[in-house]
């Protein structure tokens, strides 16, 4: 039975932790190591959770080659100039929950 003007209030507060988010990849650059026009330096930093989980994909340039990233976030690839099949480098990184960066491209001058 209600008198009419009873009311009951309940505050739910709801927390969402560990939240999966798409890697990140700052800082992706390329530059001639040495000043040498036969090698090429390309590296970055990943922003996620587990960065060594994540699987870097190249294209362009970079077709095929492959890098890990350290436990800090860091990745490195040095190619033989010889070996490029373009001016223009890519990469995106795959999260281990199958999540996808954006993709980020060096043009190489």
């Known amino acids: 039975m209600s008198d009419g003007f009873s009311s ?11 939240v ?11 530059y001639e190591q040495n000043g040498d026009d036969d090698i090429w330096v390309f590296s970055g930093m990943i922003v996620d ?10 294209g362009g340039a970079l077709d095929g080659f492959t890098t ?9 690839l040095t190619v033989s100039a010889s070996l490029l099949s373009s ?15 954006s993709v980020e ?3 190489m001058a």
């Not at 009951?8 to 507060?13: G, K």
């Open 68 to 76: 890990t990233v350290n436990a800090g976030g860091s990745f490195s």
């Open 87 to 101: 001016n223009l480098a890519t990469v995106f990184a795959t999260d281990s929950g199958g999540l996808t960066s």
């Open 49 to 58: 959770e587990d960065p060594t989980s994540v699987v870097l994909t190249f």
């Open 20 to 30: 999966d988010e798409a890697p990140v990849i700052v800082a992706f650059s390329g």
């Open 8 to 18: 009951d209030t309940t505050t739910v507060t709801i927390s969402v932790t560990d």
């Open 105 to 107: 491209s060096e043009l």
